[in-house]
Each structure stands twice: as C-alpha cells, then as structure tokens.
C-alpha cells in the first residue's frame, strides 16, 4: 500500500486491514484520537512509541510526548503535526513492505527533525 492509497482509505467508515500502528494513524486521521491512542499505547517497541509520542504531542501534551519520543530514539518533532503523520505513515508503509531502511534515530547518528529547544 502506498501512502496515497493509506490516504483513500480514509473516506471508508471503517478501517482496511492494518497492522496496529498504521490502524491508530488512521483513527487519528479520522479525528478519533482517543481509539488511536488506545491502538498505540498497547505496541511495544520504538515505532509503538513514536506513534504514542506523536499522539501526545498533538494533545497538547508535550512533557508527555518527549518522554516517548526519547523511548523511540528519535527527536522530538517541530513541523507541523500533519508532517510528521505524514512522515510516520510513510516508513510505516515502507517498512511494512520490506523497502524500509534503518529510520534515523539518535542512537545511529541520525535525526528526522532538528532537536527542539
């Protein structure tokens, strides 16, 4: 799936068949963050926390989210938050068909967004 064909699914009532983070990232798309965060919140492992980071962040809660962002080893996110959607669904999608290469985490020497001050 391809992230315009991730985006299509989004005029659907229901969701396709997604793995779990791709399947919060839809709900949050379609103003349902509280299922999003339910999904998210429940997937262990550095991608789980990214999404988790990104889902408190547009809450507002940011204390919250750079504690998650530190557990997904990535900097903490300044663009706009439909960026950073944009962003997680996309290595999601790559990932997911095995094109995915290593993200860019502190830990590897790389970085997604510019720190935050």
């Known amino acids: 799936m391809t992230l315009d064909e991730f985006r ?3 005029t659907a009532a229901t969701p396709p068949v997604l793995p779990p983070l791709l399947r919060a990232l839809w709900h949050d798309a379609k103003g349902d963050w509280n299922e999003a965060h339910r999904i998210a919140q429940d997937v262990t492992g550095a991608d789980g926390a990214w999404v988790h980071a990104y889902l408190h962040r ?3 809660d940011l204390s919250n989210a750079r504690y998650w962002y530190r557990q997904a080893g ?5 663009d706009a938050l439909d960026d ?4 997680i669904v996309r290595e999601l999608l790559e990932s997911r068909l095995g094109k995915g290469r290593p993200r860019p985490t502190k830990k590897n020497g790389g970085s997604l967004d510019p720190p935050c001050e």
């Open 84 to 87: 950073e959607w944009t962003r």
């Open 58 to 60: 547009k809450e507002g």
């Open 8 to 10: 299509r699914t989004l």
């Open 74 to 78: 990535v900097e903490p996110a300044i």
